[in-house]
Each structure stands twice: as C-alpha cells, then as structure tokens.
C-alpha cells in the first residue's frame, strides 16, 4: 500500500510538514542503508484473521503488519478501522491489499482464508472447500516471503498445513500449524475450574488431530509440579475414566458450541495463535502443541502427514519435539488419531498431488 495523502502533507499543495517539525541534532550520522523491520502478513480478514491481526497489533508483535483478502471493500475498512486507533497502539505500519505482492518480505505469514465452519459440521468436512483455495494462495505467499514461516489456521488444519507444506516446497521446520494448542488451552481451563485455580497453574497436553480423533494426555497432566493422576492415587483418592472421557468430549464440543451459540470462534483461536506468533518472532523456545511433520515420533509412521505434538518454536520455527512420556494406550490413540489424518490425504491421492 502506498502512503496515504495525510500521512506527510497538509493542505492541497501537498505541503510537507515534517522538515519543519523536526530538526536534526549536531553530529549526526545518516540513517543506515537499510534498517531490518519484523513483518506480519494476515490472509483472510474474517472474523478469526481479523482478531488475530488486531491482536499481533496491540501487542506489538511486529513492526509491519500487511492484511490481504479478495474483498476489497472489507479489507480497506479494516485496514483503517486499525489506522485510525493508532494513537492509542504501539507504532506500527498497517498495509492492506487484494494482491499478495503486500506480503512480500514477511517474517510470518498466518493463513486463516477458507470458508467458515457451519453449526454441525466437522473440521475434516471442511476440506473440499479449502484445497482449491489454498492452491492459489500458498503459491504466491511462498515465492514473496521464500525465508518465512507460514503459520496455518484455517481447518481442517493438520491436511491444510500438510497441503500447504507441499505447495510451498518450505522445509517442514518452517511451515506450522495451529493444532491443539487452542485444545490444551480449553483443556487446562476446565481442569483448573475443577479444581477452581489458575489455568496457567495446569500443564495438560492434548495431542493428535485437531479434531474429534485428539488425545488427552492425562498421565503427563501437573497442577503446580504435581502430577495430578499418581497424586490421586497415592492419596487413594478414587476417580473414574467416564469423569476424564467427559472432559475430554468437553474439550472436542468446545468449538462446535461456540459456533452453535454466535456462529464462529475468534478470541480463543486469537490469542493462541498470538502465542505462536510471539514465541516464533522472539525466539522465545518454549513449548506450544502445534501441527508438526510427525513421521517417526511415538511410533507414527506409514506416510507423511502433520498432527499435534509437544513442540519447541523458535525463530526458525520448529526446533524440536518434546519427547514426552506416554502411556501404551495415549500411544495407541495417537497412532490411531494419526491413522485418520492419513486416511483423509489418501482419498486425496496422496502426496504427489500437492508436490
């Protein structure tokens, strides 16, 4: 986008006005050549890429924020929507565009475009009506920002990020998806409003599909540093698997009753992702369950494909996965959550279609 006529100048003339406010100090060396600025791109300005980007903006997650969508008429809404709160934001350059050349140079590409999940239908449903889209959006995504990560928010997310990665030719460090991270949250949130406490107080880990085929990890799950299950157990504490199954279906059903009750998620999937994006762009190496190449963790194998596993991200992306121990049977699920995702890419012809 280029600079709009209020941004430097004043009056019809296009008088510029800053070399009158402003004067240089004695003894000054020029500006650099280049200066090295962190930049965002949102695809899709709906309601989740709308909250995201909004989000990534007050937080102060980037220096360049640039929003792409085909509806022209919302997109710059939007755009000045956000330019005109900037005296009370930190500052950052907003940019809009129907053409993708805008995320050119982008540290971060979030990709939250496909069409919006209806009450009742599932994430893998979805996936007819994104594939085509996404072929035309990851292509020219890629080629503008060849150093970037890609960031994948649109459902079902664990076969739109595998499409993605194969569209994009990136290296699977680099291209990521939001996975179960926005499932651990709901996951530790009704731990902890059981136990009435603080969520942050709670590591619980939900793994696999994002998705009906999730894993709940219970035998990882610590309240404070203590493990909440062997905790129970030493204290002869008796609780039954339907109480942990309940949670569980709580935490598949907690999309689908949001959407059911206002008709789309945004705020959960916001600050998730929000997450991600800090714990990338700052390097900040911690843990986040995302969508990940799982090929040959915890006993996953027979083909590529991406799913939800304990992940470290850092500026280059994925760093590693976290060798977590698992139960026989969280073992066997994943493996059969793993199971579902690979049926899902092999009615699409497998991955010599997306190469």
């Known amino acids: 986008m280029q600079k709009s006529a209020s941004s430097s100048t004043l009056g019809p003339d296009g008088l510029d006005i800053a070399q009158y406010f402003f004067k240089p100090i004695q003894a000054a060396s020029p500006p650099p050549p280049t200066t090295r600025n962190t930049k965002i791109s949102v695809v899709g300005v709906g309601n989740v890429g709308m909250a995201i980007a909004q989000t990534v903006l007050t937080q102060s997650l980037a220096d360049e924020n640039a929003l792409v969508d085909v ?23 907003i940019s809009a565009s129907v053409d993708y050349s805008s995320t050119v140079g ?64 990136f290296p699977s460090n680099r291209v990521i998806g939001s996975g179960t991270n926005l499932d651990s949250s709901r996951f530790r949130f009704l731990i902890a409003d059981h136990l009435d406490l603080n969520a942050q107080d ?74 991600l994006a800090r714990a990338i762009l700052r390097d900040q190496r911690s843990i986040h369950l995302v969508s990940v190449l799982a090929k040959g963790f915890y006993g996953i194998d027979g083909g590529e494909l991406f799913l939800s596993l304990p992940t470290q991200l850092g500026r280059s992306g994925v760093l590693g996965v976290t060798n977590v121990h698992l139960t026989e049977e969280e073992a066997n699920q994943l493996r059969e959550s793993a199971k579902t995702i690979l049926g899902v890419l092999t009615q699409l012809g497998g991955a010599e279609c997306w190469e």
């Open 202 to 275: 709670v590591q619980a880990y939900i793994v696999g599909e994002h998705g009906d085929s999730s894993v709940a990890l219970w035998s990882s799950i610590h309240v404070g540093r203590v493990p909440i299950l062997s905790f129970l157990e030493r204290q002869q504490i008796a609780y039954e698997k339907q109480t942990l199954d309940k949670i569980h279906k709580e935490v598949v059903e907690g999309a689908y009753e949001v959407i059911r009750l206002k008709g789309y998620t945004s705020w959960a999937i916001e600050y998730s992702a929000a997450s």
């Open 71 to 93: 509806n022209a008429d919302k997109l710059r809404g939007e755009m000045l929507d956000l330019q005109h709160a900037a005296a009370f934001l930190p500052r950052t350059k």
């Open 106 to 169: 982008s540290d971060l590409v979030i990709v939250t475009a496909g069409a919006r999940q209806i009450p009742g239908e599932s994430r893998l449903n979805l996936l007819q009506r994104n594939l085509t889209l996404f072929s035309k959006v990851i292509l020219p995504l890629a080629a503008g920002s060849p150093e970037s990560i890609m960031l994948i928010v649109s459902n079902p997310v664990d076969v739109l990020t595998y499409v993605a990665w194969k569209l994009s030719g």
